[in-house]
């Protein structure tokens, strides 16, 4: 029989070689992987939440804020466009989710109407004698309402990761609720915290002759809003200021690409942020066209600095000083990089999952598992003999791969994964069982020993594919429409297929061919 070519030979070794050494450090403890070469140090299986234990928060979103905010922002679009379209109105504003407004003139009903069916096609506009609603679609609402749970999601995922949380489970819940589950996190503070904050940053100009509410005697002035300042920039028993800021805002954090902590000459924190190239533009013009004046940076409505524009700042770079320690200017260069939320957040419910659990989990996974290998080892043996002997080592390199797979994507190991393992396992062999039996029928025909193992590979090569194929389109659909759990078990699952099917054909076939080479044997007992 044809030995196999050398670069086939030297690849299955070498894969299997490979898998065994990023599969070892899962087994070896955390305190001793110092022993091993850097690049290995870090392949370690991640156990999920309901394995390692940590803890489990339900976020909701207040969709209700972020739509008032939504109509607020509609109410100024339509004081806009009326008063560009020359149209004398009074009375505008926000009643039951509409905007309403009164016209003067009865005349000017059909332009009102087409003036504010094109400035937007989100909004439908009802005219009732001289009095005029507008309000947004209930398909724009509903579509404006998924986008706002999307992109919270994404923020709170890059805020989590931001924290340097190994692999978190982040995924919707409903219409406006985000689950996260932070493995070995036993205390959630600081993601808490960090979640909770809405983070939305704008740049806005103090009054310039009445910079707070005290030097005004306490009277807010027209065009301005009164902004008290973070109580956590004074320190002590110092009260806090309230600026008078006028309402423009005149740049956002949107315009924001980065934010890091840095240190002045006195080794003061503070944060250096870097604007993308029209916010750094616009950013250059407002410091040079308000030398002198207080420049008030607000985060979630709180004056974090309002630090004196002293000279025109180009180039997209600045810095925030303030009263910050080193943990808070993180948190604030941390927000800042994520990104603000469209709408604010709260956390309703929190769960810590005790390590027990997971131990117990593990512990109950590992009997299974080892369970189903004994008892498929032991059936392939006593119906195949040493063609069982092979299909069992190579059962043990399926597992051992599939461990190292897991461990270099960086993939979550969870209770349902486990379960995808035992199964994968159990169902490894059923490529060695087509070409066994294949091989079987080839001697019954009265092929030679080295014809019919060839023809036992080749000839069940069609079949393997096919029902591997479609355990893989299923396993792709758990992974694709399923979430949290259910994807893992599909991730499994498909793993273990495509490392059964190398396993299988190319391992079995080397460790047959090349004792048929070495024994020579007259007949077959399979």
């Keep these: 029989m044809h030995p196999l070519p ?53 976020l909701e979103i207040d969709i209700k804020s972020a739509a008032q905010d939504r109509l607020e922002n509609l109410a100024e679009e339509t004081r806009t466009t009326l008063r560009k379209g020359r149209i004398n109105y009074r009375n ?51 579509l404006w309402a998924k986008n706002i749970l999307n ?33 070995g996190v036993e205390n959630p503070g600081q993601a808490k915290a960090i979640l909770g904050t809405t983070a939305k940053l704008v740049f806005k100009l103090v ?5 707070t509410l005290a030097s005004n005697g306490g009277r807010i002035i027209p065009g301005t809003d009164a902004i008290a300042q973070n109580p956590a920039q004074s320190r002590g028993n110092e009260q806090p200021p309230t600026y008078l800021v006028k309402k423009q805002v005149l740049l956002t954090g949107e315009n924001l690409i980065d934010a890091q902590v840095s240190f002045n000459q006195t080794g003061q924190p503070e944060v250096a942020i870097k604007f993308d ?40 770079n600045a810095v925030i000083q303030g009263n910050f320690t080193v943990e808070e200017a993180s948190n604030l260069a941390l927000l800042m990089r994520a990104g603000s939320l469209p709408a604010p957040i709260s956390v309703i419910e929190e769960r810590t999952v005790g390590p027990d659990l997971g131990a117990d989990s593990i512990k109950a996974g590992k009997n299974a598992t080892l369970f189903s290998i004994v008892l498929v080892g032991i059936f392939m043996i006593v119906a195949y003999t040493l063609f069982g002997v092979f299909a069992n080592i190579a059962l043990i390199i399926n597992m051992v791969l599939l461990i190292s797979a897991l461990a270099l994507t960086g993939s979550t190991l969870t209770l ?98 090349t004792w048929i080479n070495w024994r020579r044997p007259q007949q077959l007992s399979i």
């Design 6 to 58: 050398l670069w086939k030979r030297i690849t299955i070794l070498g894969v299997c070689l490979c898998g065994i050494l990023f599969a070892l450090p899962t087994f070896i403890a955390k305190q001793h992987l110092n022993f091993l070469p850097q690049f290995m140090q870090n392949n370690q299986v991640n156990l999920g939440l309901d394995l390692q234990g940590g803890s489990h928060l339900l």
């Design 92 to 142: 505008l504003k926000v009643v039951d989710e509409k905007v309403t407004f009164d016209l003067a003139d009865s005349l000017q009903t059909t332009a009102v109407q087409n003036l504010l069916q094109d400035a937007s096609q989100h909004t439908q506009v009802d005219v009732k004698d001289t009095q005029v609603t507008r309000f947004y679609t209930q398909a724009s609402t509903q």
């Design 151 to 183: 992109q919270s999601r994404h923020i709170v995922e890059n805020r989590i990761n931001q924290l340097g949380t190994r692999e978190p489970n982040i995924q919707t819940q409903g219409d406006n609720r985000i689950i996260v589950q932070l493995p």
């Design 207 to 211: 009054h310039p002759d009445y910079p």
């Design 277 to 316: 190239t029209p916010g750094g533009r616009k950013f250059g013009e407002i410091t040079k066209n308000n030398i002198g004046a207080l420049l008030a940076i607000i985060l979630d409505d709180k004056v974090i600095s309002a630090p004196h524009l002293n000279v025109a700042i180009y180039g997209g």
């Design 416 to 513: 349902p994964g486990i379960a995808g393992i035992a199964l994968t396992l159990g169902m490894a062999v059923d490529a060695n069982v087509l070409i066994y039996e294949r091989i079987k029928e080839e001697l019954r025909m009265g092929r030679k020993i080295a014809i019919a193992v060839e023809a036992g590979y080749e000839r069940a090569m069609a079949t393997i594919l096919d029902s591997n194929i479609t355990t893989l389109i299923g396993a792709a659909a758990l992974y694709i429409f399923g979430s949290g759990p259910i994807k893992g078990f599909g991730v499994t699952l498909a793993m273990g297929i495509i490392i059964s099917m190398f396993t299988a054909i190319s391992l079995t076939r080397l460790l047959t061919v």
